[in-house]
């Protein structure tokens, strides 16, 4: 209830905790010191019987793994994310389930596959009769916040259920020491500061009852970063790693918060993403046009409340919709039903103690992610592409243009240039089966509920760079004269 107090106050809300955030964000210190007690591999499967954990998760939208310094990078781009792998999990390699937030966040909450949910075009909302992760949380008696700025998750399409507050944080950091240079000139209010001051704000004073807290980051998203981020260049590929590191500030800042208020021990820290970015690696820039290497591959970290030497790094390969049944299995509380996806917590546990028999049933499974090239068009038909990546294969499979589907082998052809598709046809054939049978049997168990985007909510989504169709002026002359809701404005504000 203080909370709610909290939030319903202005002056409270951007209270001293912000002060003191801002001057630790500002003051550039590279990174901050984590620490939490030692543990062993054998203490993880304990957590589940611990009654006082908190789950911190972060998500990075459009976060490429190769970025960030844990993977590999050769930038020091994300110290802060670094340090939390290093003592944590570390996922090598995860597979997003498509390249555009709304489709991709849909899978990843439910654990469920695109063509499950049936979350594939702007208009779709995320179905009614599926139970969330924060609504687990919630009825387990965690107090739960949602922060988000990205208008593909919006409570109108369906995302807010579950949490006792899902806002969008006010902009309150007008960004005159941040700079922006985006390849789209679209501009979102705001920046990742606003999210992490309400995230702060949340946190605060909690250590009487647990929280789930979700902060949904934007500014890598936006190419927006801070005069205090290094300049690595002047491509939107260097932009991009400036933002990236700005937005690992304020991961930094999110783990002071945390160890200011004493919570770093009793709080699991989740970093994860949405989807990548491309810099015309296959000809284009952006996301939510292709499934290629560059958008499906993202970080996945999992920082413990117990510190493991050398943290644990997981080779398989492994999904977005794994997430959410490895943290309720790794904290103890009820699975997501029906989901798709499967707890990691076994795979977690062999790679810190070197075994393998858990591995072997993970790597006979083919990771799939789903895009319907015309999601953002009205008047198009659907045009599924769906990628199958079995290693060290990636297939992707045209449904409507067959002939354009491709084949690579990652084995001697990481980056996916080399089409393989015209010299393996039992290959070729073998995965086309696969993809017609996954349509076949992941059909979703409801109806798909489809929202109607104004013109003003299409103006915000606009606003976040993606193309959505301006709509049909004669559509819209119908709907208005028919007198129907308006239900995404009403529900959205501006
Ligand atoms: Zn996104």
Redesign the pocket.
């Given at each position: 209830m203080l909370f709610r107090k909290l939030i319903d106050s202005p002056w409270l809300y951007f209270g001293l905790a912000a002060v003191v955030l801002l001057a630790a964000v500002f003051s550039q210190f590279e990174r901050v010191d984590v620490e939490v007690p030692r543990g062993e591999v054998s203490d993880i499967a304990e957590l589940s019987e611990r009654r006082d954990l908190n789950v911190l998760f972060i998500l990075i939208?459009?976060l490429r793994a190769d970025r960030v310094g844990a993977y590999g990078y050769e930038r020091a781009t994300t110290p802060n994310i670094d340090a939390l792998a290093a003592r944590g999990i570390r996922f090598e390699q995860v597979e997003s389930q498509s390249s555009?937030?709304k489709a991709?966040m849909a899978s990843l909450w439910t654990g469920l596959l695109p063509a499950q949910t049936g979350v594939l075009r702007f208009s779709h909302a995320l179905p009614e009769e599926v139970k969330l992760p924060s609504e687990i949380f919630q009825e387990a008696g965690f107090r739960t916040a949602g922060v988000w700025r990205?208008g593909w998750i919006a409570s109108n399409f369906g995302f807010d259920r579950g949490f006792d507050v899902y806002t969008r944080p006010m902009p309150n950091n007008p960004s005159n020491n941040l700079r922006r240079n985006s390849p789209s000139s679209h501009r979102l209010e705001g920046t990742d500061l606003d999210a992490t001051q309400a995230g702060v704000e949340f946190l605060t004073g909690s250590r009487d009852q647990p929280f789930f807290l979700y902060l949904h980051y934007m500014d890598v998203?936006q190419y927006l970063y801070s005069d205090t981020s290094p300049v690595y260049g002047s491509s939107f590929s260097d932009i991009y790693d400036s933002a990236l590191h700005w937005v690992d500030q304020n991961v930094g800042a999110l783990v002071a918060a945390l160890k200011g208020e004493g919570l770093l021990d009793n709080t699991v820290i989740i970093i994860a993403s949405?989807?990548g970015e491309a810099f015309f690696e296959h000809g284009d820039e952006g996301h939510g046009r292709t499934l290629y290497w560059e958008v499906q591959g993202v970080p996945l970290i999992v920082a413990l409340p117990i510190a493991i030497d050398g943290g644990i790094v997981v080779e398989e390969p492994v999904a977005n919709i794994d997430i959410w049944p490895t943290i309720l299995d790794l904290v103890g509380l009820p699975g997501l039903t029906g989901a798709e996806g499967r707890s990691l917590l076994p795979l977690v546990l062999a790679s810190g103690e070197g075994a393998g028999s858990e591995r072997e049933e993970l790597q006979g499974r083919t990771l799939f992610a789903q895009l319907d090239r015309a999601w953002g068009r009205d008047s198009q038909d659907a045009d599924e592409i769906l990628s199958l990546r079995k290693e060290p294969y990636r297939f992707i499979y045209s449904r409507k243009f067959p002939e354009e589907s491709k084949l690579f082998d990652h084995s001697s052809d990481p980056v996916e240039l080399d089409d393989l598709s015209g010299s393996a046809p039992e290959m070729v054939a073998r995965f086309e089966r696969e993809a017609e049978d996954l349509f076949e049997r992941a059909q979703p168990e409801w109806e798909v509920r489809e929202i109607e985007l104004d013109e003003m909510m299409r103006a915000q989504l606009r606003a976040l760079g993606y193309d959505v169709s301006p709509p049909d002026p004669f559509e819209e002359a119908k709907r208005r004269a028919a007198g129907k809701s308006t239900e995404a404005q009403e529900e959205s504000g501006p």
């Open positions: 939208d459009t555009w937030t991709s990205n998203h949405d989807h």
